[in-house]
């Protein structure tokens, strides 16, 4: 099977179609949830999520803490559209544990904050 490599510009576009889906309606966001799908956190993007890809690469723009996290221990990642429909799932692991997202916590208790500081969308070459 031949390996396609995409060109810088069409990882740059193909990056922002992805994260763009998060603005579909208003401010997007992220479930941290168990791996029964029940959520544990939930943290709003901005109006606008992300930021326009560079070398396939895009950073989200501020995303709002959660101060009174639901609890339980993290699995996955969903992201939402503010009509709250999926776009993509990713798996967390505490960091070090080679997750797509990591969290120096993956015990979060009820009442808790969670934060994320920083998270990018990563479109490979091939």
Do not use: H, W
């Not at 060109?7 to 922002?16: G, Q, Y």
């Not at 070398?55 to 990642?77: C, K, L, P, R, Y």
């Not at 559209?81 to 969290?103: H, I, P, R, Y």
């Amino acid at each position: 099977m031949a390996t396609i490599v995409l060109e810088t510009v069409v990882r740059n576009a193909a990056c922002n179609a992805v994260v763009d889906l998060l603005d579909v309606g208003g401010a997007g966001y992220i479930q941290f949830e168990t791996s029964g799908d029940a959520e544990v956190a939930t943290n709003t993007f901005g109006a606008t999520a992300f930021g326009a890809a560079s070398v396939g690469v895009a950073t989200a723009n501020a995303i709002s803490d959660d101060t009174s996290a639901t609890g339980g221990t993290v699995a996955q990642a969903s992201f939402y559209n503010n009509a709250n429909a999926k776009q993509f799932e990713v798996n967390v692991t505490a960091v070090g544990g080679g997750g797509s997202m990591t969290l120096t916590s993956l015990v979060v208790g009820a009442g808790d904050t969670v934060s994320v500081s920083s998270l990018t969308v990563t479109m490979p070459a091939s």
